[in-house]
């Protein structure tokens, strides 16, 4: 049988086929359009989604057995806003996860209805980035939209709804909307009420693996796959890369290198951050994780390498890379604003201690060691949680640079493991439609069987040595600067 995993991206949707030992047997890519209408905000029209994954699964099982496509997941970016009227069409441009508009909403659910309040309701605070945020900002500025919203969906879910016509959501997605009550599993009343939306307004709750319907005629007819082809709830991008790294069960990590970037901390029990700094979501195989997030990681490189030197060939650029742990340049990665440890939309990209015989090596390497240190900003947190962490999977686009590898591998001071598919959440979308199919018994059954790890980036003692002086000068900066960042961006 075959499976089919999309990952629907900020910059574009991948689709992946899957067969039933885990093999990948194709990979698909489409990218849309993304809007910045005025500065800090971020848009997406989902009509441009649906336009893209159905060009891209038609290309995808071209040349296949169609017969023998048996189920379709996702994992998607997480925390958009997208609202459909009573006819399902969609109001408004999707609201994305690295929109900063809504500092005023953030503020006024962190300070007056409170941080104590807010993480009892949903186990978080309020972050720019979440759903909750975006809905009262609509409801504030675009009351006539609002007053027309029948369905408040993520946007993996939407996709879902178009293929198979059921209003959906999973846990580990439904986490980021801080709308969720994420210990009991169920969309929480209070934030109902404080956003001023009624619960039919959102979808049915389901876990990632569960099967949500099945496809709907006119789309098995439009792709050449039987009707009888399942759809899987899916889960959020985090949470879906996660389960294609094997990063299930107890105590496992991951580490994303994408659009944004991650470090996420699988958990059987529950668990809540009491500084608030990491996010405690419910995670893809049934369970739970922490995780930290900040807005801009490999898009600080791309950022870099496209905009400012303006150059596609990155690996030649990282080739004059050799001195790690001497760089005299530090860069702050918060082009998007910044999110975890920080929660501060005001955040801006800095870098700081070039003098004249700053290379252009210098520059690209400050900027790959930026956003290790900010992932490790997050790491911090979790150890001091109790939370031992000695190794770790990576995936994202990031994750293809042997020499970020390396420099996260000593940035963190632990061991890097590097799988045979590095296919992110496409791959984690496949594999939950798979286990929702009956191919596999479970998340972690499919995990054990289907991810293998074929390298270990081991960190150099010495290099480790250096990175830890460097980054206890990186952590200073920040404070230092803050005040600055809210100033002059009015």
């Known amino acids: 049988m075959l499976y089919i995993g999309v990952d629907l991206g900020t910059s574009a949707v991948k689709l992946l086929l899957m067969n039933q030992d885990g093999g990948i047997e194709n990979v698909v890519s489409k990218e849309y359009p993304l809007y910045f209408p005025h500065p800090g905000w971020s848009e997406q029209k989902p009509e441009d989604w ?15 057995d169609k ?12 925390h958009g806003l997208v609202i459909l009227d009573e006819n399902d069409e969609v109001i408004r441009p999707a609201i994305l996860w690295n929109d900063g508009r809504t500092g005023k909403q953030t503020d006024y659910l962190n300070n007056v209805i409170g941080k104590e309040k807010l993480s009892a309701y949903t186990a978080n605070i309020a972050f720019a980035g979440f759903t909750a945020p975006k809905i009262l900002w609509v409801k504030e500025n675009e009351p006539e939209n609002f007053a027309r919203i029948a369905k408040i969906m993520l946007p993996k879910d939407y996709i879902a709804y178009k293929l198979c016509g059921v209003h959906s959501c999973d846990y580990s997605d439904a986490s980021g909307m801080l709308l969720l009550d994420v210990k009991n599993k169920c969309w929480s009343q209070e934030m109902i009420e404080i956003c001023g939306i009624r619960e039919e307004m959102l979808p049915q709750l389901f876990e990632s693996y569960e099967v949500t319907g099945t496809v709907k005629p006119e789309v098995a007819q439009l792709f050449g ?4 082809c399942k759809i899987a709830a899916g889960a959020g991008d ?16 991951n580490i994303s290198l994408g659009t944004s970037g991650t470090i996420f901390v699988s958990s059987r029990e529950f668990g809540v951050d009491k500084y608030n700094a990491l996010h405690a979501f419910t995670h893809a195989d049934g ?23 303006g150059t596609k060939d990155y690996a030649k650029e990282q080739e004059m890379i050799t001195n790690l742990g001497e760089n005299h340049v530090f860069f702050l ?33 400050a900027v790959l060691e930026g956003v290790a240190f900010a992932i490790r900003d997050s790491f911090e947190v979790a150890k001091s949680l109790g939370v031992q962490i000695e190794r770790t999977k990576i995936c994202g686009g990031g994750a293809k640079s042997p020499l970020w590898r390396r420099i996260i591998a000593n940035v963190l001071n632990i061991k890097v493991d590097i799988i045979a598919a590095e296919e992110g959440p496409g791959m984690g979308g496949a594999m939950l439609a798979a286990v929702a199919c009956g191919a596999y018994a479970s998340v972690e059954d499919a995990a054990e069987k289907i991810v293998k790890v074929v390298d270990t980036v081991d960190p150099d003692p010495e290099i480790a040595a250096k990175y830890e002086e460097k980054y206890q000068k990186f952590v200073k900066i920040y404070p230092t600067v803050k005040d600055l960042f809210s100033e002059i961006i009015r």
């Not at 649906?50 to 296949?64: K, M, N």
């Not at 879906?240 to 094997?246: C, D, E, K, L, Q």
């Open 333 to 365: 990665p918060y082009l998007m604003g910044e999110r975890s440890p920080h929660n501060n939309p005001d955040a801006r990209g800095t870098f700081i201690g070039m003098t004249m015989d700053t290379t252009r090596a210098d520059m690209t390497q």
């Open 50 to 64: 649906w336009t893209a994954v159905c060009e891209g699964i038609t290309e995808l099982v071209d040349g296949f």
């Open 287 to 309: 369970h739970y994780h922490l995780m930290g997030c900040m807005l801009s990681a490999a898009s600080c490189n791309k950022w870099w390498m496209d905009e400012i030197i």
């Open 67 to 78: 017969s023998q496509v048996e189920g379709i997941s996702f994992g998607g970016q997480m």
């Open 238 to 253: 985090n949470a879906a890369a996660a389960v294609g790294t094997g990063t299930v069960g107890d105590g496992r990590c």
């Open 225 to 228: 796959i039987p009707e009888t």
